[in-house]
C-alpha cells in the first residue's frame, strides 16, 4: 500500500516509521527545510514542497496514493490536503489530524476527511478507558458512514458472558470487529464465546451507541 503523509514533524514522521515497519510505500511531504529530516526515516521517500498546492500534489504522484494522512500541526493544511485528496486524486482513504477540538466538526465527508483523529479525544478515551468497565467509550469517528469506533470493557457479571458472539442479539448498525482477551487481539466468530473482562471494540452507529452499552452491561 502507498501511503502519503503531509506533515513531516515528530507526528508525521512516527507514523512512517510504523508504516514502513509494516510493510508499506511512504511518501512524506513538508513545505519546511528543516522538516526534511531524511536520517530520521532513510526508508521513507521525502518531498520538500506545499501539500495544499496542486503542483506539490501532481510532483507527489497522489493520484497512485491508496491512503493520504494530513498530519500537519494547522487544522487548515490539514482540511486543504484532505480535500484536494478526495477530490481531485479520488484517493480511497484520507485520515485528517484535529489539533483543536473545536474544528473538530469540520472533519468530515464534506471535506474529503474519511476517518478524523483528535489526540486530546483520544487522550481523555483512553483515560476512561483505563478505569471503566462497562461504560462505552467513544475512540475514533469515521466522518463517512457516520459511524464511531468504540470500546466496551466486558463487566463479570454482564448477562452476556459465556454467550456465543453469534447468538447475540446485536443492534442494527452495529459491528464487533475485535476482541482483546490476555494481550491478544481476536477476530470474533460465531463460535466465539464472550469473557469476562473482553475488550470488545465495535464499529458502530451514534444513535446505536446506547442500546449497546445497555446490552452489554445489562
Not at 509494516?22 to 514542497?49: M, R, T, Y
Not at 507527489?60 to 494547522?74: H, K, M
Request: aromatic share 4%.
Amino acid at each position: 500500500m502507498r501511503v502519503a503523509i503531509a506533515g513531516a514533524g515528530a507526528v508525521g514522521r512516527s507514523i512512517a516509521a510504523e508504516l514502513l515497519e509494516n510493510g508499506h510505500e511512504v511518501l512524506l511531504v513538508d513545505k519546511a527545510p528543516d522538516a526534511i529530516k531524511v536520517d530520521s526515516v532513510p526508508q521513507a521517500e521525502w518531498l520538500l514542497a506545499d501539500a495544499c498546492e496542486i503542483s506539490s500534489l501532481d510532483e507527489a504522484a497522489l493520484q497512485r496514493c491508496n491512503v493520504v494522512i494530513a498530519a500537519t500541526g494547522d487544522d487548515k493544511v490539514n482540511l486543504v490536503v484532505s480535500l484536494l485528496a478526495k477530490t481531485e486524486y479520488g484517493v480511497p482513504r484520507v485520515v485528517a489530524r484535529v489539533n483543536n477540538p473545536k474544528n473538530e466538526w469540520l472533519f468530515n465527508e464534506a471535506w474529503g476527511v474519511d476517518v478524523a483523529v483528535s489526540t486530546p479525544r483520544l487522550m481523555s478515551a483512553l483515560v476512561e478507558e483505563a478505569v471503566s468497565v462497562g461504560d462505552l467509550v467513544r475512540l475514533m469517528r469515521f466522518s463517512q458512514g457516520d459511524a464511531n469506533l468504540v470500546e466496551l470493557t466486558l463487566p463479570g457479571d454482564a448477562a452476556l458472558v459465556g454467550t456465543r458472539v453469534g447468538d447475540v442479539a446485536w443492534p442494527e448498525d452495529t459491528a464487533l470487529v475485535t476482541i482483546i482477551r490476555d494481550g491478544r487481539v481476536l477476530v470474533p466468530g460465531k463460535d466465539d464465546s464472550l469473557e469476562a473482562g473482553d475488550e470488545l471494540l465495535f464499529v458502530a452507529a451514534p444513535h446505536r451507541e446506547e442500546e449497546l452499552e445497555e446490552l452489554l452491561s445489562a
